[in-house]
């Protein structure tokens, strides 16, 4: 009765490899989102989709592609890893404006990438 | 632009002690919402309450309560009679309307809090 999972949880890889993280939720919300926590675990956002529909891309390189099948899962494919890729990233999700504007974010667990 | 510091990197206390941490907030926005998140040793993110700014009343929800004062920005978390399970990161948020009304948080840089027996 996970609310937010992602796989996998520890993600160990070589530098050029291309590799996939899978999130799904199944809180029936509309909005899902990535997130990245570096060493300092500072939390940046990365990419936000609302109904499969991409409405926040910050300044992420296009190395990272996010694709969302359907509104309950938003996965993350990194091409061509690099050192300074390795981090924490976390999917979340949320329902936007209904039934109201609080709509807190609900993290999943996080995915632990090493690039080597 | 938007902005949260948490300008407490690290608060260590012993057990049974209280320890406040504090939040200051930058935003143009005159509607916007505050949060905090906690995170464990063992890395998820945990949400724990969230405040839009119309509501300034104080929350207390058992050994936790949140102070937000809109005239100096801030939004105070202070946990009573610390336990070592308090021992995590924590995180103060942001979100702004119409800013982020696609829900990006601005996140604080986080404080340790490390709570020994």
């Known amino acids: 009765d996970t609310a937010v999972s992602q796989t996998p949880k520890y993600l160990v890889t070589q530098m050029g490899n291309d590799k996939s993280i899978k999130c799904e939720q199944n809180?029936?919300?509309?909005?899902m989102y990535w997130y990245k926590q570096d060493s300092k675990k500072f939390l940046k956002i990365m990419f936000s989709?609302?109904?499969?529909?991409?409405?926040i891309n910050e300044t992420v390189p296009n190395r990272f592609s996010p694709k969302s099948p359907d509104k309950a899962h938003l996965n993350l494919h990194i091409n061509s890893l690099e050192l300074g890729d390795s981090a924490v990233y976390f999917c979340?999700?949320?329902?936007?404006?209904?039934?109201?504007?609080?709509?807190?974010?609900?993290f999943g667990p996080g995915t632990r990438l090493t690039v080597l | 632009a938007q902005k949260v510091t948490q300008a407490q990197t690290e608060i260590s206390v012993v057990e049974k002690e209280d320890v406040t941490l504090d939040c200051v907030y930058e935003?143009?926005?005159?509607?916007?919402?505050l949060f905090w998140y906690k995170q464990p040793p063992s890395g998820e993110l945990v949400f724990l309450i969230r405040?839009?700014?119309?509501?300034?009343q104080n929350e207390i929800s058992g050994r936790y309560s949140w102070n937000f004062q809109k005239s100096t920005s801030s939004f105070n978390f202070t946990i009573t009679a610390s336990q070592v399970v308090d021992s995590a990161v924590y995180f103060c948020?942001?979100?702004?309307?119409?800013?982020?009304?696609?829900?990006?948080?601005?996140f604080g840089a986080g404080t340790q809090v490390v709570v020994t027996p």
């Open positions: 809180l029936g919300h509309d909005t």
């Open positions: 989709y609302n109904n499969k529909e991409l409405i």
């Open positions: 948020a942001l979100k702004g309307l119409p800013t982020d009304s696609w829900g990006k948080l601005q």
């Open positions: 979340a999700s949320s329902q936007r404006l209904a039934p109201s504007p609080y709509n807190e974010q609900f």
């Open positions: 405040r839009n700014s119309f509501d300034e």
């Open positions: 935003t143009r926005d005159t509607t916007y919402y």
